[in-house]
Each structure stands twice: as structure tokens, then as C-alpha cells.
């Protein structure tokens, strides 16, 4: 399975708008990518998914260049309830959780 | 309205004695996971029933066994409970397994202690 990496931690102030990238260089074909959250004690909620290009829903966007060999999850003008961890994932028939990016806004 | 629901939200066991989580889904969804959690580490996935099909992970431990009895309900059962089991477990569901649409709903998850 392809391997995804993000950055360990961000801090942002409330109102900011948050990119966290994600790398990962042998995606497969099939692959989607998929962004979840999870606050402490919480099961992950997806937030958005996307295959190439761009994707946006009411709460983010996800940007896929033509390689797909990353992608970046945009939160518009973060809140303090969006701390919490965000991770990347692929899959087909199967997701593979990384380690994730713990996300810290202040206010 | 909670859409997968698991119980207990905490559980107690002792080093050893079997222990059984529930979970339960109002989705209808095919596919159902298991994923255990420790502490500040990402989810791990142990095994996923599609409908009655059972696909286990080649690194989940025989202690760890699963079983669905119905589209709603999956129950994750731990043999011989080791202290290196205390974890978060948490039950999630989909559609499907394959492309688009295969976003997973995770349930609130039952933190395990083993004493």
C-alpha cells in the first residue's frame, strides 16, 4: 500500500485559512484520496474525498495536482472547534491510516 | 440520530477474561471495520466483514476474533485480553470498498482497560 506523509503539527489563529499537505509519491491508480478528522476520544469523521483536480464541499477543499503525487486539504477560516488531528488516506479496497496532522488553533 | 452506535463506551476486563465489543449500525451499509487505537497513534485496522464475507488483516493477532451475525451488528471478541490490548476500538461502516462513495462512518468507539 502507498505510504502518506504529513506534517507531524500546525498551529493556526481563528479565522485563517489551513492547507495541510499530504505526500504521497506511489499512489496507485485506483487509488482515492480521502481526508478524515478526529477530535480526542472520537471516532474520525470523513470530511471530504476526491480523485484529481479539485473537490470542495461545505466544509473544505481538496486539491489534486495532475500527478496526484499529493494533495492539500484547505480549511477556510478556522475555528477553535477545528483543532483536532486530520489524517490523509488512500485506498481502493482499503484505507490505511497515516499519522496524521495535529492541527492547534488559537485564538 | 446515531448511525453506528457501539456499547459499552468504556469497558474494564481483566488480564485474560474474554471480552466482547458491540457495534451496531442503523446505515445498512455492506461493509463493516474494526480498528483499534492506542494512545496518540493513528487507527489500525484489524479486520472488515463485507456483508458475511470476513477479511482479516495479516497482522491482527489470533486473539482478536470477530463475528456478524446480521447486516446491523458486529461484535469484536478478545480471547485473552493482554495488557498490550487497552485501547480505543472503533467500529466504522461504508457502502462499499471499491472508488468513489467509499467514505467510512465510524461509531463513537469503546475505550478498553485491561487491569
Known amino acids: 500500500l502507498a505510504k502518506t506523509t504529513q506534517p507531524i503539527s500546525m498551529d493556526s489563529y481563528e479565522g485563517q485559512e489551513v492547507n495541510i499537505t499530504c505526500s504521497h509519491n506511489n499512489i496507485a491508480t485506483n487509488d482515492y484520496i480521502t481526508w478524515y478528522q478526529q477530535f480526542p476520544s472520537q471516532g474520525p469523521r470523513f470530511i471530504i474525498q476526491g480523485y484529481k483536480t479539485k473537490v470542495t464541499n461545505e466544509v473544505a477543499s481538496l486539491f489534486i495536482p495532475a500527478d496526484r503525487k499529493s494533495s492539500t486539504l484547505s480549511l477556510p477560516r478556522v475555528s477553535l472547534s477545528d483543532t483536532a488531528v486530520y489524517y490523509c488516506l488512500l485506498g481502493f479496497q482499503k484505507l490505511v491510516f497515516g499519522t496524521g496532522t495535529r492541527l492547534l488553533v488559537s485564538p | 440520530d446515531a448511525m453506528v452506535i457501539q456499547n459499552p463506551r468504556y469497558q474494564v476486563t481483566q488480564f485474560g477474561k474474554p471480552v466482547t465489543l458491540s457495534c451496531s449500525q442503523t446505515l445498512n451499509h455492506n461493509v463493516m471495520y474494526w480498528y483499534q487505537q492506542k494512545s496518540s497513534q493513528a487507527p489500525k485496522l484489524l479486520f472488515h466483514y463485507y456483508d458475511k464475507d470476513f477479511n482479516n488483516e495479516a497482522d491482527t493477532p489470533d486473539n482478536f476474533q470477530s463475528r456478524r451475525p446480521n447486516t446491523s451488528f458486529c461484535f469484536l471478541d478478545i480471547r485473552s485480553p493482554g495488557l498490550g490490548d487497552a485501547a480505543m476500538y472503533l467500529c466504522?461502516?461504508?457502502?462499499?470498498?471499491?472508488?468513489?462513495?467509499?467514505?467510512?462512518?465510524f461509531g463513537p468507539g469503546t475505550r478498553l482497560t485491561v487491569t
Open positions: 466504522a461502516t461504508s457502502r462499499g470498498t471499491r472508488g468513489e462513495g467509499y467514505e467510512q462512518y
